[in-house]
């Protein structure tokens, strides 16, 4: 059974940055791609950032140029880089990961962005 832990949210102003961490009981490349979702209230989960098993990464339109989805290979551990935090980007984050069969999620990390 693969396990997904995330870590490293908070409260952070307008402007900040956050580091969130998804680690994985197994390793990662073990999966054909990971991701972040995020969900705030009232609204559809919905894809902030995705990374393939080669690497190849995409990014949702409201994070493009703001956020970097990356990992450690070693650590199986999948990384959000959040640089120019929004009021907007207030959710939960969800980490996922894809294979053959049904998707893994982890429980969230809350992200609270407010002055």
């Known amino acids: 059974q693969v396990q997904l832990v995330e870590s490293g949210g908070g409260l952070m102003q307008p402007g900040g940055s956050l580091r969130l961490s998804c680690a994985a009981s197994?390793?990662?490349?073990?999966?054909?791609?990971m991701a972040w979702y995020r969900q705030a209230p009232g609204k559809q989960r919905e894809l902030v950032a995705a990374?393939?098993?080669?690497?190849?990464?995409n990014y949702a339109d409201s994070v493009k140029g703001r956020f970097t989805i990356f990992r450690d290979i070693a650590k199986n551990t999948m990384y959000l880089q959040m640089n120019s935090l929004k009021l907007e980007d207030t959710a939960v984050y969800y980490c996922?990961?894809?294979?053959?069969?049904?998707?893994?999620w982890g429980q969230g990390t809350q992200v609270t962005v407010s002055s």
């Open positions: 197994g390793s990662i490349l073990s999966f054909n791609a």
């Open positions: 996922k990961a894809q294979n053959v069969g049904p998707d893994y």
């Open positions: 990374i393939t098993k080669i690497g190849h990464t």
